[in-house]
């Protein structure tokens, strides 16, 4: 059963009878359901958890402004410091593991140890340039020489599927995350990081994790999940659950 937690507009599922011990913050246009193999697990163990509904998606109602995982980690911090009064492990999914980083490096006493799962981190190298149609639209529309219907049309069919299915205010959410990097958060992270990704992962490369662990001055490990693709907590919840008790053993 859904629980609210903050302000009363943060929803999440707990798992197990015993105090909160871990969190989990899944990926864009996800919610927190991803985590229930995972944290059924940990609850079989004695470990109890959370599975967050980020704002915007599930049950918990968009944010009133835009911003990236740093505005969504300030909305979070609260709810966290609620759940107990010892540091939690964070799990972070994608979108969900660029909040956490945020977290452990704003919040560090309420973080006692990160797992980041396919999270872009760091920009990835550059893609192929857009195609001039689309560059040509852009820069029309910019002079006001083409509508926002004509310009609206180009980014349907330009734009990444997360892009064309974002609407309005979560729209502005999705740009303002693409535009930020966390070089500097994760520089001051001190809470050990375990690192797990998909082998297959198309979506964020192996090679953000290996940019990202560069960055980090604590204590931190890379898993390779193999034939495992983006969607780490659903295809391979078991690996995921071990990492987790690792922390906790």
Request: contains cysteine; proline residues 7%.
């Amino acid at each position: 059963m859904l629980r609210a937690y903050g302000d009363g507009n943060l929803y999440g599922e707990p798992y197990g009878e015993a105090p909160i011990r871990v969190v989990f913050l899944h990926g864009w246009a996800r919610r927190g359901q991803d985590f229930a193999a995972s944290a059924t697990q940990l609850a079989s163990r004695g470990v109890g958890s959370v599975a967050l509904d980020l704002p915007g998606f599930g049950a918990s109602p968009l944010p009133t402004v835009a911003g990236g995982a740093r505005l969504y980690a300030q909305l979070l911090a609260p709810a966290l410091s609620e759940m107990g009064s010892e540091p939690l492990v964070l799990v972070g999914h994608s979108f969900g593991g660029c909040i956490a980083a945020v977290l452990a490096a704003n919040e560090p006493q309420s973080v006692a140890a990160l797992v980041l799962v396919g999270a872009p981190l760091v920009h990835s190298a550059p893609s192929a340039t857009p195609p001039w149609r689309y560059r040509a639209t852009r820069y029309l529309h910019a002079k006001g020489l083409l509508s926002n219907s004509t310009m609206e049309a180009a980014r349907q069919r330009y734009g990444s599927s997360d892009y064309r299915n974002a609407h309005g205010l979560l729209r502005d959410i999705l740009v303002a995350r693409v535009n930020e990097s966390y070089e500097d958060e994760l520089s001051r992270v001190r809470a050990p990081v375990a690192l797990v990704w998909g082998e297959r992962d198309l979506d964020v490369p192996e090679s953000v994790a290996t940019r990202a662990g560069a960055l980090l001055h604590s204590p931190h490990t890379f898993t390779s999940v193999a034939g495992v693709g983006h969607l780490v907590p659903t295809e391979a919840p078991n690996e995921l659950a071990s990492t987790i008790l690792e922390f906790l053993s």
